[in-house]
């Protein structure tokens, strides 16, 4: 099957810093990516949708400033957590597919916590 | 609006036995597709089974098959044989355009 990684695993970071979470598509080209947000028990959030070249599109809710996205090629997506507060210490996973509509394969997540 | 319901939030079974989730969701269009992924302690989000709502033939993988009523609206899963390995939170989705929907998730525990 096709491979989604991410980059750290996991990251401490203080309070006030930024931290860049990176997804790569490995052996498949993904003209979109997902990120999503899952708190403890609980399922996915979808936080937004990125295609290749584009913008992200943002879920309601969720603060485009804060939360920084990049799809600038199509094996990689970055999501930049801006002045990281302790609230957004969460965990993050990314997925990406070849097109819009076609099956989303996951990266194994990464835990954020800020202190 | 698209909705997935998973009404257990846990379920329990003895190994090598047999054990399904139950999954309703709601939606107003034909065509669609249906998910259930396994996320183990890794965390690691693993598609255990597909479903695309025009075929009427129950989808199967290995120990793992589904129980597709589309008239009900129902997406259960079941596992034969049930290993120590299969412990883990079982989600159901549903997509019919590129959004995933989940549902809530229900914990599975595998009784050695």
């Known amino acids: 099957g096709a491979v989604v990684s991410q980059h750290p695993s996991w990251v401490i970071c203080k309070s006030g810093t930024s931290v860049k979470i990176e997804c790569r598509s490995l052996d498949f080209q993904a003209t979109t990516m997902f990120w999503y947000r899952q708190f403890p028990k609980q399922s996915l959030m979808l936080m937004a949708t990125?295609?290749?070249?584009?913008?992200?599109?943002?879920e309601q809710g969720v603060e485009k400033d804060k939360f920084l996205i990049n799809h600038a090629s199509l094996t990689l997506s970055t999501l930049t957590v801006t002045s990281a507060h302790p609230e957004d210490s969460s965990f993050y996973i990314c997925?990406?597919?070849?097109?819009?509509?076609?099956?989303?394969?996951f990266g194994p997540g990464t835990r954020l916590t800020v202190l | 609006a698209q909705t997935v319901t998973q009404s257990q939030p846990e379920m329990s079974v003895q190994e090598a036995e047999t054990v399904t989730l139950s999954c309703t969701y709601d939606?107003?269009?034909?065509?669609?597709?249906l998910f259930w992924y396994k996320q183990p302690p890794s965390r690691q989000m693993i598609l255990v089974i597909r479903q695309e709502a025009y075929k009427q033939q129950n989808a199967t993988e290995n120990r793992f098959s589904v129980n597709f009523q589309k008239a009900a609206k129902s997406f259960s899963l079941k596992i034969s044989d049930s290993q120590l390995g299969d412990a883990a939170m079982y989600f159901c989705?549903?997509?019919?355009?590129?959004?995933?929907?989940w549902g809530a998730g229900t914990k599975l525990i595998i009784k050695p």
């Open positions: 989705a549903y997509q019919s355009n590129y959004q995933l929907i």
């Open positions: 990125s295609n290749e070249g584009s913008k992200a599109t943002y």
């Open positions: 939606t107003s269009e034909s065509d669609y597709y």
């Open positions: 997925s990406a597919s070849e097109a819009l509509y076609r099956e989303q394969f």
